[in-house]
């Protein structure tokens, strides 16, 4: 390297760091560092006070035998199911909107709405609205579906598909936005030229939109993979904390759980980083799939 | 009506009813709050659908003074508004570096940046609070704006340094050939140029950042010092909550939600979609 190429270099280098400084300095101290930190003490037994102790592979050992973890690890892949409705309804809900239907614009600010509300509000929101004796029981009554009437939350076998339910509708408005800045990049005369050739409604979303937005639909399946294990915290946490029994315990949940209540903190450490190779498997396998499917 | 209107009103129906569901599901949250929290006890009890009858004040009156709902929101809007000023300087001071200045290894650095988007907040609360312990920032607003500070940045940076690739670099250079320095390039060409990408960015992180609960919960334990979502959450958790008072607080917290939302939709938009498409 010359002499000039490297002066050049750190003559950029030196203010270019300057002005990235308050922002790595923030991040090193409460992002980056803790990632390390995390690692270290999910090798450790610690309580929270006082200085944890070395305890090597002691906590993935437990992590095996524990029937909690496992509950809470196959809620997380139950939720899975529930993917293609959270990837394609905003798709055709953004369909609809983008059609030019009369009340388009109304309709897209309706729909966005609840995607401001803060995961507090919607959890405690629902968590009041289904109690047996709540407001969506009541109507179900007034108009003649009793027989519907259901302990959403409090039932083991309706509690897990409730919560899903409201996650998928928690989401929805931004996944319509993102779609719709998707299609409003599509070429409309694509759609024109199939409505010469007869192609019916169905068609054209099968081969227009569906190949047309595929870079957009695989972006916001992979958002909403790394959401469904990463941000249903506070749901959980303000709509039936993890109950009844272990039915909606998921891994983040648990994580909080097993450190804040159960004082395990090197434990919880240990799922956290469980969690983590979790998130990278299922997002990695998932962009091998896209992958795949392009060639 | 001719026939290809009624065809037209026709075809449209299944859609008006399933978009005119979600605009239901969409308001119900706000009438229900609205209604409830004017209710008294015993009328929630029987009608938990109906209007108030007799209307009352007293749930209001109680979330705001004995309920605390006043400081969770002082405290909320003092953290989150801190953090949001930092935001905005600290990711367009980085912005400035990543994007206009550029030094071999900043597209790398930027990747790396991004990358801490994916890494869930559950795995980093454990040491994040030892660290905050350490520092003696537990219980502080300061711990929290830089909590909050840190998990916004990757997202901020993202969103200023594709702006900013985004300008023109004759409109930059124009401003640099006075001999100006980075200092005087950045203050009087790159933030004025940046005001669009700062609102957008400066209203998604009021939202996120407001709707906290998890950092909120761990790091300010001190019931004086806690943030809106944090107090909804714990006036929610315990049982002996009447519904009206739960909703009253409710309520008063989607004020300035609904406020931001009328005024910034276009910014959300805008900053939600970045990266989205391709």
């Known amino acids: 390297m010359s002499q000039n190429v490297t002066t050049r270099f750190v003559r950029t280098l030196i203010p270019a760091l300057l002005f990235l400084l308050p922002a790595l300095a923030i991040l090193a101290v409460f992002r980056i560092v803790p990632i390390g930190e995390a690692f270290h003490l999910s090798f450790t037994r610690w309580n929270g006070v006082g200085e944890p102790e070395w305890i090597g592979l002691d906590n993935f050992a437990r992590v095996l035998s524990d029937p909690v973890f496992w509950a809470a690890l196959r809620n997380n892949l139950l939720v899975l199911l529930s993917l293609p409705l959270w990837v394609i309804g905003p798709l055709l809900i953004a369909t609809i909107i983008h059609s030019g239907l009369p009340g388009a614009r109304f309709f897209r600010l309706m729909v966005f709405l609840p995607a401001v509300l803060s995961p507090v509000v919607v959890g405690a929101y629902y968590n009041v609205v289904l109690r047996y004796n709540g407001p969506f029981n009541t109507l179900l009554k007034q108009v003649g579906l009793d027989g519907l009437r259901m302990q959403w939350l409090n039932d083991p076998n309706t509690a897990l598909v409730t919560v899903v339910l409201i996650l998928i509708w928690a989401t929805l408005g931004i996944g319509v936005l993102i779609y719709l800045a998707a299609l409003a990049q599509v070429d409309p005369s694509l759609y024109d030229a199939a409505e010469i050739d007869g192609a019916n409604w169905v068609l054209k979303q099968v081969h227009i939109t569906l190949p047309e937005t595929r870079r957009t639909i695989e972006f916001w399946t992979v958002i909403v993979l790394i959401s469904s294990f990463t941000t249903v915290f506070p749901f959980i946490y303000t709509l039936s904390r993890g109950g009844p029994g272990y039915s909606t315990y998921l891994l983040d949940y648990y994580i909080y759980d097993a450190a804040f209540f159960g004082g395990s903190f090197g434990y919880a450490s240990a799922i956290g980083m469980i969690l983590l190779l979790v998130v990278g498997a299922v997002c990695g396998l998932a962009l091998w799939l896209f992958r795949r499917g392009r060639q | ?278």
Not at chain 2, 241 to 258: Q, R, Y
């Open chain 2, 1 to 278: 009506m001719s026939a290809t209107t009624t065809r037209k009103l026709v075809r449209w129906t299944p859609s008006w009813l399933l978009l005119g569901l979600l605009t239901l599901l969409s308001l119900a949250p706000f009438a229900f709050v609205t209604l409830t929290a004017f209710k008294t006890a015993k009328n929630y009890a029987k009608d938990p659908i109906g209007l108030p009858n007799p209307p009352t004040l007293e749930f209001l009156e109680r979330a705001l003074t004995t309920g605390n709902m006043l400081t969770y929101l002082g405290n909320s809007l003092l953290v989150v508004g801190c953090a949001v000023l930092l935001l905005a300087l600290t990711a367009s001071m980085a912005g400035y570096a990543l994007a206009v200045i550029r030094f071999r290894g900043s597209a790398l650095m930027l990747l790396g940046i991004v990358c801490l988007l994916a890494v869930p907040a559950a795995v980093v609360m454990i040491p994040l609070y030892r660290t905050v312990g350490q520092l003696g920032l537990m219980n502080s607003h300061l711990g929290l704006i830089l909590t909050y500070t840190a998990l916004q940045l990757p997202f901020s940076i993202y969103l200023m340094t594709s702006f900013l690739n985004g300008l023109p670099p004759e409109i930059i250079e124009a401003g640099r050939i006075d001999g100006a320095g980075h200092l005087q390039t950045f203050r009087h060409i790159i933030l004025p140029l940046s005001a669009p990408a700062l609102a957008t960015m400066s209203t998604l992180n009021f939202l996120w950042l407001f709707n906290e609960l998890l950092f909120g919960l761990l790091l300010m334990q001190d019931d004086a010092k806690r943030t809106l979502p944090v107090g909804l959450a714990s006036l929610q958790g315990q049982h002996t909550t009447p519904v009206p008072l739960l909703a009253a607080g409710l309520l008063l917290s989607l004020i300035p939600v609904l406020f931001v939302f009328l005024v910034a939709q276009r910014e959300l938009a805008r900053g939600l979609t970045v990266g989205a498409v391709k």
